[in-house]
């Protein structure tokens, strides 16, 4: 991606009174359903990703009796799922963190869906008796730390604390309301990536998975409370753009999305060049081998902006945490031509 210095579009936080109606826009429905295709041979790393991504969550969850280590895995994932659905128990759970009461209830269980749609699952210390669980959201650079206990049959939270990606290196500085990624000089995937390789070294170093020491929050209450501040307030940005996506606000926003489902669902790397010129030969290729029924189930996470009218989309495939579709386009009379597609994995 060549274009830089893209910036927010709707760049005002969302206080503690805001309530975001996102169920009429785009949030879960950028590409629709078309008519079925032919199937596609899953070659590329990226189709590899999902399978092993997919199987491997599975595998964690039937074998969860086997060892302290896998059963501590399906919990945080069942954690994971039961946030993505709102439900009371994750809920609560995120409710009792300091500084976590300014979030309306009602709003809560959007702004954590939201989260944990993008979210990577990372686990520390599983050979000791308080093992850690990060979960991270790479586009909004927000991090969930988790220390869990043995109950019976399963481990629950123990303590949970949210902070912005910024911090996970134990620093307390001041952090903007948009995620690192977005305001370097760098392109937006390089820069994605390079910043989640940090954050999730970062945590590997702090909570290597062999250590025997029980994890520990060690921030203060106050400091607590600002980092969950700081992390909601981008969860809420976010939140607010997404309830932007109309048809009246960004007219040129769905006939975009359909140019974008078109040249994805080509099939064909040459065809898909026509469609966005400035793709390179080897992503239009990687483009070609995706798997059917990926593109049907896109959703659209961002919309920035840059100079020159350009625009930068980027969409990922929901509870599939760390596998991105950057697209820029440039508008001209509410038509944004379509330019360049992008293909990203952050995930080992």
């Not at 086997?66 to 439900?87: D, K, Q, T």
């Not at 948009?178 to 390089?190: L, R, V």
């Not at 980092?227 to 048809?247: E, G, I, K």
């Amino acid at each position: 991606m060549e274009r830089r210095e893209w910036a927010p579009l709707h760049g005002t936080a969302a206080n503690g009174s805001y309530k975001p109606d996102l169920r009429d826009n785009l949030m879960s429905a950028w590409f629709r359903e078309l008519g079925s295709g032919n199937g596609i041979t899953a070659r590329t790393a990226l189709c590899l990703l999902l399978v092993v991504s997919v199987f491997g969550e599975m595998g964690s969850a039937r074998a969860a009796t086997e060892s302290p280590a896998r059963l501590f895995a399906a919990s945080a994932l069942a954690f994971r799922a039961a946030a993505l659905g709102g439900e009371t128990s994750a809920m609560s759970v995120l409710s009792t963190m300091p500084g976590a009461a300014t979030v309306p209830n009602e709003v809560r269980p959007v702004l954590w869906g939201l989260f944990f749609e993008n979210a990577i699952v990372k686990l520390g210390r599983l050979q000791s008796s308080v093992p850690v669980a990060l979960y991270f959201n790479p586009l909004l650079d927000v991090a969930l730390f988790t220390l869990w206990r043995r109950q019976e049959d399963a481990y629950v939270v123990q303590r949970a604390r949210v902070l912005p990606g910024e911090r996970l290196d134990g620093s307390g500085g001041p952090v903007s309301l948009f995620p690192e990624w977005i305001g370097t000089k760098s392109s937006p995937p390089t820069a994605l990536a390079r910043i989640t390789a940090q954050r999730l070294e970062q945590f590997d170093r702090r909570h290597p998975a062999k250590a025997r020491v029980p994890g520990r929050a060690k921030s203060t209450f106050a400091a607590a409370a600002a980092n969950t501040r700081d992390a909601v307030a981008r969860l809420a940005w976010n939140a607010a753009q997404r309830s932007a996506w109309t048809d009246a606000a960004q007219p040129w926003l769905v006939p975009t999305l359909r140019r974008i489902e078109d040249a994805l669902n080509t099939g064909d790397a040459a065809s898909l060049t026509a469609l966005a010129p400035e793709t390179d030969a080897g992503t239009a290729a990687a483009f070609s081998e995706l798997p059917r029924g990926f593109v049907e189930r896109l959703s659209l996470d961002m919309v920035l902006g840059a100079a020159e009218n350009g625009r930068l989309l980027v969409g990922s495939v929901p509870e599939e945490g760390g596998v991105y579709i950057f697209a820029t386009c440039r508008l001209a009379d509410d038509v944004c031509e379509l330019r360049r597609l992008a293909l990203l994995s952050v995930v080992e």
